[in-house]
């Protein structure tokens, strides 16, 4: 809305009444005007001169009667006199009151200041919408200052929008031109086709690390599409493996959004050399492998549908051995990017030797009717990956969901440890991860692909879901569902961390494995997750191969609810520090299942001595009557525990037997040396009564071992005593309630 005021200008006397009949004088600035009159004029054109003075009615200036306003050319000074005339007033510079004048004078600065082409803060550097001149020339009045030029590639560069011509050499040219100039540009690709094909080939690197577009050297640039907007990768020459549409080198805060991409025009399927990406991120060259002048800093994908690619966005950083340490990519987000069938041996993102990674809303549909092996992850930060979020995503079909990885044995002498850290993977949903063929790169632990594995220093899996694959699935699946590890030789310490993961359908639920453990201090926290459906292989990997949780050294294992797992629920492998308290295990093991050992919660050695370790306040419920677990929990035979250890027996329902715990294991702080079975009697609690049957002709039993029913009845045994050691031995009972 528009303010009103008076279209005249108004005079009063000296008693506030409108100026009748009084008189004005116009002269030259800080002059006497009367003295010193100038031409004013009844019109802006000034084409019609007034005589002076000028005649007042009724407080405005008037012209035959009617009020009018009088125009002068420039500044000047003015005397208001009354009917008897009389000096009201002298003004002797407008300048300190008029609007109009002082508009005026800054149009006609700003006026000067456009028609500047020699100071770098005028001329064009003013203007943020000047364009590029058709065919990369660049307006020679054009400055560095400028911010965010907007350029139609179509119509300033010549770029073809048929979707079947070679748009490579135009958009090269383009980029060549801004990145000379140092222009930063808001580059808007029109809603068309733009077919972008690789070069005939790239020498150096035998595999030839060829790419359709390099955007080298930008500065503060945003390439962006409009609705309708679709980049077509095309084929590469027969010796270009590793192909991908884009290419970024040395930019710095440049963003690429709002547009589609089709990567259908090559092989996307490949395993090896023969895989494809939609965007390399590279601070070196690809081909002699010798780093850039500078890294990439501040790299933004967002906003794009992808299809048909072998891998998203990759950076491609020199991690072999026999190179010193690389240049490190700075600052990259990928967020909104909505794909389908990436599924080649790249990932959908992977971030080496790369400092603040943000991953965040993308959502990634893989086709389940795939049948060859492919082995990739959604997200790979590893080998040098600092600080990363990756929060929000969706994932189906790859054959791992993520990963923050530790590269080892590189560097010049081979002997670098390029360590991940501070990867955080939150609220992330992975489904149907794992290959249709075969549970790929077999192995226990770090060998096979998992649902989220952490390998470095201070990563977290927080609130995830991940589940293996079950449709199309042949002999394979998904090993692991959470793996965590720390293989880097020069780590001081670390803390991992699991909480609140949802994992199902998956070989081992979640697996910490530390083999370095006693050359650092490394600790795991596995917390309030939920492990459902283990499975055991058609061709088993590992004979822990169906257990729900695997812990090894330092390790708190706590508030876990563990569903129908093929073997044990919990798994202690050489533990010492190893923390084991308020899980809940329902329907775990079985024991009409001759591979498994019917053992809920089982504490296992590896072979070797264990350390300190506890049980305490642990649930085990089994629903499934004959086909019940026998045992809750399990010490294996063989084995020394040389350390105290702790048991405080929590609630135990449903077990074939009923043995749920030793009552000679409650005393904290006790040593014990067991080989096989205990060297003291022992008493446990049993829902039947002993016989020929499991356990009772499983174990060796000693004199004085005691078993008290679980659910006494009057008028029956309320314990029995082993009074003949054997197997199962003879059992007395010590008289009716």
């Known amino acids: 809305m528009l303010a009103t005021s008076a279209p005249f200008p108004q005079f009063f006397d000296k ?43 009724n407080g405005v200036v008037v012209r035959n009667g009617t009020p009018a306003i009088v125009y002068a050319a420039g500044n000047y000074s003015l005397n208001v006199r009354d009917q008897r005339g009389r000096l009201l007033f002298y003004a002797s510079d407008s300048a300190s009151y008029s609007n109009d004048l002082l508009v005026q004078t800054q149009l006609a600065q700003l006026i000067s200041d456009l028609s500047n ?94 790419s359709a577009v390099i955007w080298r050297g930008l500065k503060n640039c945003r390439i962006r599409g409009m609705k309708g907007t679709r980049f077509i990768q095309g084929p590469g020459s027969a010796g270009a493996p590793e192909y991908s549409l884009f290419r970024a ?125 492919i082995g990739n992850y959604m997200f790979d930060m590893s080998a ?84 293996g694959r079950t449709t199309n699935v042949s002999t394979g699946g998904l090993y692991q569902g959470i793996y965590l590890t720390s293989t880097a030789v020069n780590l001081v310490e670390t803390k991992l961390v699991a909480h609140d993961n949802d994992v199902k359908s998956t070989v081992i639920g979640i697996n910490h494995d530390s083999p370095l453990d006693t050359l650092h201090r490394f600790a795991c926290d596995i917390t309030n997750n939920k492990v459902r459906d283990t499975f055991i292989p058609a061709t088993p990997i590992a004979g822990n ?9 330092n390790a708190l294992v706590r508030g876990n609810d563990i569903y129908r797992t093929a073997r044990s629920a919990i798994l202690l492998q050489t533990p010492d520090q190893t923390f084991v308290r308020e899980n809940y295990a329902y329907d775990c093991a079985s024991s009409n ?25 642990n649930v085990i419920s089994d629903s499934r009557g004959g086909t019940a677990a026998a045992y809750g929990y399990f010490f294996e035979a063989g084995t020394t525990y040389t350390n105290s250890y702790g048991f405080v027996p929590g609630r135990t329902s449903g077990l074939l037997t009923g043995i749920a715990f030793d009552k000679y294991l409650a005393a904290q702080g006790r040593t014990y040396s067991i080989s096989g079975s205990l060297t003291l009697p022992r008493e446990f609690y049993s829902t039947g009564i002993p016989s020929g049957t499991a356990p009772w002709n499983a174990l060796a039993w000693r004199v004085g071992d005691r078993a008290l029913i679980q659910t006494p009845v009057v008028g029956s045994p309320k314990a029995w005593v082993c009074t003949v050691a054997g197997t199962p031995g003879t059992w007395v009972s010590e008289g009716n309630l």
């Open 15 to 57: 008693d506030g009444s409108p100026l009748d009949s009084g008189s004005l004088y116009f002269g030259v600035a800080n002059q006497n005007p009367e003295t010193n009159p100038i031409t004013v004029y009844w019109d802006a054109l000034g084409t019609q001169p007034i005589a002076q003075p000028v005649r007042t009615l």
């Open 117 to 210: 082409s020699v100071d770098p803060l005028k001329g064009d550097a003013m203007i943020a919408s000047k364009r590029i001149l058709l065919g990369g020339a660049l307006a020679t009045t054009i400055h560095a200052i400028n911010e965010y030029r907007r350029i139609d590639p179509v119509i300033d560069f010549g770029v073809p929008t048929d979707g079947v011509t070679d748009c490579t050499p135009t958009i090269q040219a383009m980029i060549t031109s801004l990145a000379a100039a140092g222009v930063s540009a808001d580059i808007v690709f029109p809603p068309h086709d733009y077919k972008c094909l690789a070069p005939a080939s790239e020498t150096g690197d035998p595999r030839s690390y060829a």
């Open 249 to 373: 080198e040395m930019c710095t805060n440049v963003e690429w959004c709002h547009f589609d991409a089709d990567g259908s025009g090559i092989n996307t399927q490949g395993i090896g050399a023969a895989r494809s990406n939609f965007m390399y991120v590279c601070n070196h060259d690809l081909d002699t492998k010798a780093d850039l002048a500078y890294p990439n800093t501040g790299i933004h994908v967002h906003h794009i549908g992808l299809n048909n690619f072998g891998g998203g966005v990759c950076s491609a950083t020199r991690t072999e051995a026999g190179f010193p340490y690389p240049l490190v990519t700075k600052g990259v987000s990928v967020h909104d990017i909505v794909g389908t069938n990436i599924n080649g041996q790249n990932h959908f993102v992977s971030m080496t030797y790369t400092e603040a990674i943000w991953c965040k809303n993308n959502d990634i549909k893989n086709p389940l009717t795939l049948t060859a092996q």
């Open 384 to 467: 040098g990956a600092v600080n990363a979020l990756i929060e929000n995503n969706y994932g189906i079909g790859f054959t791992g969901g993520a990963k923050a990885e530790t590269h080892t044995g590189a560097g010049v002498a081979n002997n670098e440890d390029r360590i991940s850290q501070n990867a955080v993977f939150f609220n992330n949903t992975f489904e149907q991860i794992g290959d249709p063929i075969t549970l790929i790169f077999p192995g226990a632990g770090g060998g096979a692909f998992a649902g989220i594995k952490l390998n470095g220093i201070n990563h977290k899996a927080l609130h995830n879901t991940i589940t």
């Open 545 to 553: 191969d169906g257990t729900g949780i695997i812990a090894s050294r």
């Open 593 to 617: 299942n001759p591979t498994i050992a019917a053992k809920v919660v089982y504490a296992q050695s590896g072979g070797g001595a264990v350390g300190y370790f506890e049980f305490v306040d």
